[in-house]
């Protein structure tokens, strides 16, 4: 086991490990991983939102119920670590609508994957998960410091007017900063306008008489 890194905050627990170049992550909450694969965004994790249908279905059958997106009127978390203080949230037998049970999904991390990001909730409020990678992506370019790339996403996502928890952990996979990608030359498409067309076929009336 190469690294283990919790990262918590009230409504949410994130947990990944490496194990020489497999990648762990387990999430109960509506935090989120995304690993940078060449510049693309590959998420690893799922948001428990508990108007996601999955979770909507789990909450119904456990006894509980989804009003306005909230768990029971009252939490915008459908998985969680925490709130065993709100009644109903949580049975003895852990069957309540409010699990704390995690999803796993994992990874064989290749030399094209180059860092992840997790955060809470109000990063994924105002970024999506390729405009977060593309904007780490070219921060670590330009000075290579996860922990700096930390501080601009959360300074970014405030300036968006972020309104909720803002928790983020950068994780590089090699030592060098993002190489520059290029990209191939867009195809140049050229079309011809109504008035050309139009004089064109004035000029192909006037050979014909």
């Not at 037998?93 to 094209?112: F, H, I, K, Q, Y």
């Amino acid at each position: 086991l190469e690294n283990l890194y919790f990262c918590l905050s009230s409504f949410f627990l994130k947990h990944f490990c490496m194990i020489d170049r497999s990648l762990l992550v387990a999430n109960a909450g509506d935090c989120r991983a995304v690993v940078c694969c060449r510049g693309k965004a590959v998420e690893m994790s799922r948001d428990h939102k508990p108007s996601c249908n999955r979770e909507k279905m789990r909450i119904e059958a456990s006894g509980g119920y989804v009003y306005d997106g909230y768990l029971n009127g009252l939490l915008n978390v459908a998985r969680a670590i925490g709130d065993w203080h709100m009644e109903g949230m949580k049975a003895c037998d852990g069957l309540g609508p409010l699990s704390a049970e995690p999803e796993v999904m994992m990874r064989n991390l290749t030399e094209e994957d180059e860092f992840l990001i997790i955060g809470c909730d109000g990063m994924w409020d105002v970024f999506r998960s390729q405009n977060a990678v593309d904007f780490a992506r070219r921060r670590l370019q330009e000075h290579n410091d996860p922990v700096a790339c930390c501080k601009e996403l959360v300074d970014e996502a405030i300036k968006r007017k972020s309104g909720d928890n803002l928790s983020v952990v950068v994780v590089c996979f090699n030592s060098i900063a993002p190489p520059v990608l290029t990209a191939p030359r867009p195809r140049v498409q050229r079309s011809i306008s109504a008035e050309g067309l139009k004089e064109l076929q004035g000029f192909l009336d006037s050979l014909a008489d």
